[in-house]
């Protein structure tokens, strides 16, 4: 089944340690998105890929970054986190920039921050 | 600006007992109002899409309808099984090419045997 999956399921890093996340889609869509979650808040976008096209949100913190090397896969890097960044990290997609299609997201990654 | 608000913020129900969730939003434009389905340390589920005021979807024990100012998410005779969190999110007819898809916090659905 196509579908969008992401590892590790949970990651733990101490403060300040950097992480990668890691995102890949078999869906073949240009699109590509990150998303923070907190506990009973709705998803907050931190990016978008529009193919190689990088989409930064203007609240985004500078800590986030994000690489997209080819169509099925996109890294979250975290570069300092902070006790703030322990969240799920959710990945989606999308078949089109800009319409009418729905997202298709993974099971996220639970970052724990010790 | 452009908003999504859910309600209730939680709900329980018992099995069997029918009824609805609500999505109103403030866009300028529509293009699209999406329901999701989220378990707990898990991804949204996609359930519907809805582009026009008047459309109706159903999917089991969920039906879902669009007006020009809210949607709601109708449960028909719920199922533990349906207990998850429902989320709505729009995207916006801007056509600056906006990508954003703005979302509601949710409803925190609890299905009773």
């Known amino acids: 089944d196509a579908m969008v999956i992401q590892n590790p399921r949970y990651q733990v890093t101490q403060f300040g340690k950097p992480v990668t996340l890691s995102c890949s889609q078999t869906l073949n869509h240009n699109v590509m998105y990150w998303y923070q979650q907190k506990s009973s808040q709705a998803p907050k976008l931190l990016f978008h890929y529009y193919d190689k096209d990088f989409n930064n949100e203007a609240d985004t913190p500078d800590n986030f970054q994000s690489r997209r090397p080819n169509t099925s896969f996109c890294f979250l890097d975290i570069r300092s986190p902070g006790l703030g960044d322990a969240a799920m990290y959710l990945c989606?997609?999308?078949?089109?920039?800009?319409?009418?299609?729905?997202?298709?997201f993974g099971d996220g990654t639970r970052l724990s921050i010790l | 600006e452009d908003q999504v608000t859910q309600s209730p913020e939680a709900l329980r129900l018992q099995e069997g007992e029918s009824s609805s969730l609500n999505c109103s939003y403030t866009v300028s434009g529509l293009r699209g109002l999406f329901w999701y389905r989220q378990d707990p340390g898990k991804g949204p589920e996609f359930l519907f899409t809805l582009y026009s005021a008047g459309e109706e979807k159903e999917k089991e024990r969920l039906k879902a309808t669009l007006t020009k100012k809210e949607s709601f998410l109708h449960i028909t005779a719920p199922k533990p099984e349906d207990s998850a969190t429902y989320l709505c999110?729009?995207?916006?007819?801007?056509?600056?090419?906006?990508?954003?898809?703005?979302f509601g916090t949710g409803t925190r659905l609890k299905v009773l045997a």
């Open positions: 999110a729009v995207h916006p007819g801007d056509t600056s090419g906006t990508y954003k898809y703005i």
């Open positions: 989606a997609t999308s078949s089109r920039r800009v319409g009418n299609q729905p997202q298709h």
